[in-house]
């Protein structure tokens, strides 16, 4: 068998089919020809070749304009450095390695990745990639597997609304007991934490047994309640069930967290000043609780959805890789995918950089929108 790259995306291409066909949703011949269309088509994609546009010119004069009047902007700033740095340089070298660090891992990523999504760099273009304008973005905005009513943002948004709202349900809701007066709070408090604590990789592992069709734990539970038994990870909306129940599993600890921290905080006097007003439990959660939790809970939950937006360790590993048929993708598993299946990383990065403007605006418009950073006493 031959050794060659094109390889990636005969194999990658053929998968969809043949699990179709394992399913029993196409006939053999149909997935015979599925596979050969496929494969040639991603075979096509890997040595596609973009030639620079017009927009090249553009971008650069953009840049170009930007730059100039950021160091404007900045020289007074950069004057005032240079000044304090020869007044205070022992200062500046404890916190140049820290400097360093961060512009290493966050600054220089950050705008590399930006020229990639630029440019036509690939496994075939790897030493001699150029910038070939927008192109790439074009693309990324056209492709009809991720804006379709069906498609990767579709299911992104469904992954990430169902997932934080069961997280923050079901934190809150444990936190209130264990704030209560419990005998053995300290050991429930314990068992709770456990799911957060426990490596992601090895939780979404362990799901992804416990969902094996013939000896899976929640196939044998159900079937000792005389249910019968489920196909979760044959069938495209049951793998993305149990994908979304494994990562419920192990974000609802952190929210828990959040939330008992919160309440700790609050003054028992308000709770005695209810029951002396006779407000029922419910009463005192919604009035109470609820409204002095929002310092501490809305910024968790911008945590919690951008977080569970770009969880790729549960859905690759529960779904093996958007198993079946790739049906399961989110966004960033797809990003994945055509970085590292396909080799187009010109591409991946367009579309991890509209990830970024996605995620950027729905914080600031959450943060602004709920008024998360002001304090509820309005002070």
Known sequence: MPVATELRAVWDGM???YQALLGGTMTPEAAAAQMQRDAIAKIDLMHRELEPGESVAVLQTIIAILLAIALIWQWPNFLA????????????????????????????PF???????????????????????????????????????????VKTLVWTVVNVAFHVGLG????????????????YRLLLIIPWAVPAYITALTWRGMFDYEYGAVNLLLGRISMPPVNWLGEPLNAFTACIIANVWLGFPFMMIIALGGMQGIPSELYEAARIDRASRWQQFWHITLPLLKPVLLPAITLGAIWTFNNLNVIWLVSNGGEPQDSTHILV??????????????????????????????SVFFLHRTKATESVYGT
Do not use: C, H
């Open 81 to 108: 450095l240079i000044r304090d740095w020869r007044r205070n340089r022992l200062a500046y070298m404890f916190a140049m390695p820290a400097v360093i660090v961060i512009f290493a891992v966050i600054v220089f």
């Open 172 to 187: 809150v809701m444990l936190a209130v007991a264990l704030n209560a007066p419990l005998r053995g709070k300290a050991l």
């Open 333 to 362: 598993s797809y990003v994945y995918k055509a970085v590292f299946n396909l080799y187009r990383y010109g591409y991946g990065a367009a579309l991890s950089m509209v990830m970024f403007l996605i995620l950027l605006a729905f």
């Open 111 to 153: 705008f590399y990745n930006l020229v990639l999504s630029l440019s036509d760099m690939s496994l075939v273009r790897f030493q001699d990639w150029r910038v070939v304008g927008l192109q790439n973005y074009v693309e990324v905005l056209t492709d009809p597997m991720l804006w379709g009513p069906t498609g990767v943002f």
């Open 15 to 17: 998968r969809p089919s």
